[in-house]
């Protein structure tokens, strides 16, 4: 085709897309592919001894290391895109983990041996409430809560209100929606030892729960609010072994 001028067959130019280097400097990743442009070169009179052979293998080394050489530089724009994508979803998705409401809590289950009741937010009004003000070390605020001393509901399975003797060994656990549980002995519940209040909470502040409720228990009388439950959906008395 080229008759007996001295040339090599196949030389590689490689061309860089001009849109490359502006995405690089908007923030976009350029294309991932290299575009190259195969032209004929003139080489020297004394390659023109050289077999198509030998230069066919000589240009197709040329043109692997072009290829390889650049090819990184196209794909690190679309690294350094991808990498601050993913570390912003894990953020979002931490942040959603750590700062939404617990799981949507259903209605208060409190069990005793093989006794049991459940309360809804239209049950649990229609007991007696008392309102306390207790200050939340989390929050720096005064709150005042309102809702049914939790003695009340456990005297109604038979949980002694004047504990005597064994019945100290007595404990509950109180559970919220998001399976967060604290654990309260019989005597610090009922007012005939503790001079706290331990309330199931259904407003605060004269409002019904919002991302705590419908029921949340609260104590008085503590320092810092560790063993509030927020969502409250069970609590377990149990006798200590």
């Not at 592919?33 to 240009?59: D, G, K, T, W």
């Not at 459940?118 to 809560?145: F, G, R, S």
Request: some cysteine.
């Amino acid at each position: 085709m080229f008759g007996e001028a001295p040339f090599v067959r196949n030389p590689v130019l490689v061309n860089y897309p001009r849109a490359a280097s502006s995405n690089r400097l908007n923030g976009t990743a350029p294309p991932a592919l290299i575009f190259l442009r195969i032209q004929p070169v003139a080489c020297y009179q004394e390659h023109s001894n050289e077999s198509p052979s030998r230069n066919e293998a000589f240009m197709s080394l040329i043109f692997k290391s072009a290829f390889l050489g650049l090819l990184p530089f196209s794909l690190i724009p679309a690294l350094g895109q991808s990498a601050p994508a993913a570390q912003q979803q894990a953020v979002d998705q931490q942040s959603m983990s750590t700062n939404r409401p617990a799981v949507l809590a259903g209605p208060l289950k409190i069990t005793f041996g093989d006794k049991s009741s459940e309360w809804t937010t239209a049950t649990l009004a229609a007991l007696p409430h008392k309102t306390i003000k207790v200050y939340n070390e989390h929050q720096k605020a005064d709150q005042t809560y309102s809702g049914v001393e939790l003695i009340d509901l456990l005297k109604l399975l038979g949980v002694p209100e004047k504990p005597h003797g064994k019945e100290f060994r007595m404990y509950l656990v109180a559970e919220g929606s998001d399976g967060y549980e604290v654990v309260y002995s019989v005597g610090e519940v009922t007012p005939d030892v503790h001079d706290g209040t331990v309330l199931v909470a259904d407003s605060m502040d004269g409002k019904a729960m919002a991302g705590t409720g419908p029921f949340q228990l609260v104590a008085s009388g503590e320092k810092r609010p560790a063993r509030w439950v927020r969502n409250l959906v069970a609590i377990h008395v149990r006798p200590a072994d």
